[in-house]
C-alpha cells in the first residue's frame, strides 16, 4: 500500500472531498512504466481537478497531479530502466489518467521525457507544467524574431507560476521584461526574478477602447487572456507576437482584428499538453541551461500531499504565487 490523495465525488450532492489515503499497485491504471514519484507540483488545472472537476475529470476516485518527477521502478518498455529518473507533464495525465499526486504512478512510456542532466526531481517540479509552458511560449516568441535589444517584453499574470517562470527565463537571457501584476506586494518578487517594470494589473485591464495605442511592447507572454490579451493586442510595437497561454483572467477574446492587419501583430497559441516529444526534449534541455536554478529556488513553496486540497482552492482564487512544490516520497 502507499499514499495518495483521492478525490471522490457524492453522487447525489455532486461535491467533490479530497483526502490522503492509501492504495494499492493494483489499483493504479494500466501503462508500461511506473515511476516512484519523489515530487510533484500545483497548476491551474491541479486546482480545477482537486476540487470541482472543471469538465477535466472523467471518472472518480480520481488521483490529481498533472505533473510529476520520480525514478523508474518498473518498466515493459526498452527506453526506461529501473533506476532512469523521468518528468512528466500533460498528456491528460491528472485529468482523464491517475497522476503524480501519489508514492507511484503507472503511465504510458511514450508520455515520459528522461530528465536533463543538470536537473534534480525537485528542480523538474519547481518548473512543472507551468515552467515548462513558459519556455515554450519563450521558445515561441524567439522562432518568430524576438531577440534581446528590442524593447520590453511583457508577462501577465507575473507573480503566478507561467509568469515567474517566463519573467526569470527571459531576464536571464538578457530580455528586458515587464510584469504586469494585480498584486503590489509582488513587485520585490517579480524584480527579484529580473523584471525592471512593473505594471500594474488596473492599468490594462479595461476593455479595448482603441484599437491601437502607443506601440509598448516587443513581445509578450500572456497567462490571463481576456480583456487584458485583448488590450496588449493593441499595444505591440510592429510585427510583435504575443505567446498566448492562458485565461486566468477569462476566455473571452474582446478584441477587434486591427492590430493584425495594421501592425503585422502575431497571435500564438501555446499548448504544452499535446507537446510532440523532439520539442519537449528541446525545451527541458532549455530549462536546464536558461532558467537559473537561484531564481527558481526563490519561487518555490513547500508542500505535502496533505496541504493539496487548501492549495488547490488558493490556486483557483489566484492567490499562490510562485511555484508549490510537492514533497511526495
Ligand atoms: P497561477 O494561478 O499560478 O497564475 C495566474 C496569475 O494570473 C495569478 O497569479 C495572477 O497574477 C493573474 N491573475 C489571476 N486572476 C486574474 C484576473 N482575473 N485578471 C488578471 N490577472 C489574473 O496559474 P499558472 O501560472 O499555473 O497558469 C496561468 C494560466 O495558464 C492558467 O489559465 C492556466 O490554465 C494556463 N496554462 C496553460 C497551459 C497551456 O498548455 N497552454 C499550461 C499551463 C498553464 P498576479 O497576482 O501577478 O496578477
Redesign the pocket.
Known amino acids: 500500500m502507499f499514499k495518495a490523495l483521492v478525490v471522490e465525488k457524492d453522487e447525489d450532492s455532486g461535491k467533490t472531498s479530497a483526502a490522503v489515503k492509501d492504495i494499492a499497485l493494483e489499483d493504479l491504471p494500466e501503462g508500461e512504466v511506473t515511476v516512484a514519484v519523489e515530487y510533484s507540483t500545483l497548476?491551474?488545472?491541479d486546482g480545477l481537478c482537486i476540487g470541482p472537476g472543471g469538465g477535466l475529470v472523467r471518472k472518480y476516485p480520481h488521483v490529481p497531479g498533472i505533473d510529476f518527477a520520480g525514478t523508474v521502478e518498473a518498466s515493459e518498455d526498452d527506453r526506461y530502466k529501473p533506476g532512469d529518473r523521468v518528468v512528466l507533464t500533460g498528456w491528460r495525465v491528472g485529468e482523464a489518467h491517475w497522476g503524480g499526486y501519489a508514492e507511484k504512478a503507472r503511465v504510458k512510456a511514450d508520455w515520459l521525457v528522461p530528465l536533463p542532466e543538470g536537473l534534480s526531481t525537485k528542480q523538474a517540479m519547481a518548473v512543472g507544467?507551468?515552467g515548462f509552458?513558459a519556455m515554450l511560449a519563450v521558445m515561441a516568441l524567439e522562432d518568430h524574431g524576438l531577440a534581446p535589444g528590442q524593447g520590453l517584453v511583457l508577462v501577465?499574470?507575473?507573480?503566478?507560476?507561467?509568469?515567474s517562470v517566463a519573467t526569470a527565463i527571459l531576464a536571464n537571457l538578457g530580455y528586458e521584461v515587464a510584469g504586469?501584476?494585480?498584486?503590489p506586494d509582488?513587485a520585490d518578487y517579480l524584480k527579484s526574478l529580473g523584471a525592471t517594470e512593473i505594471v500594474a494589473?488596473e492599468e490594462i485591464?479595461e476593455t479595448v477602447k482603441r484599437p491601437l495605442e502607443s506601440e509598448r511592447w516587443a513581445g509578450c507572454v500572456d497567462?490571463?487572456?481576456?480583456a487584458?490579451l485583448a488590450r496588449v493586442l493593441g499595444q505591440m510595437k510592429y510585427g510583435a507576437s504575443v505567446a498566448a497561454?492562458?485565461?486566468?483572467?477569462?476566455a473571452g477574446l474582446p478584441a477587434t482584428v486591427v492590430p493584425f492587419l495594421l501592425r503585422g501583430v502575431n497571435l500564438l497559441g501555446?499548448?504544452?499538453?499535446m507537446q510532440p516529444y523532439e520539442n519537449r526534449l528541446r525545451a527541458w534541455k532549455r530549462i536546464a541551461k536558461d532558467l537559473p536554478m537561484d531564481k527558481l529556488e526563490a519561487m518555490i513553496q513547500p508542500a505535502t500531499l496533505a496541504d493539496l486540497p487548501q492549495l488547490g482552492a488558493d490556486?483557483l482564487k489566484?492567490q499562490?504565487?510562485g511555484r508549490v512544490v510537492v514533497d511526495i516520497a
Not at 180 to 183: D, H, K, M, P
Not at 223 to 226: E, L, N, P
Not at 270 to 273: A, K, R
Open positions: 497548476n491551474y488545472k507544467t507551468a509552458t501577465t499574470g507575473a507573480s503566478g507560476g507561467v509568469g504586469v501584476t494585480g498584486r509582488s494589473r485591464a497567462a490571463v487572456g481576456g487584458m497561454v492562458g485565461l486566468a483572467g477569462g501555446i499548448d504544452s499538453v490556486i489566484g499562490v504565487r
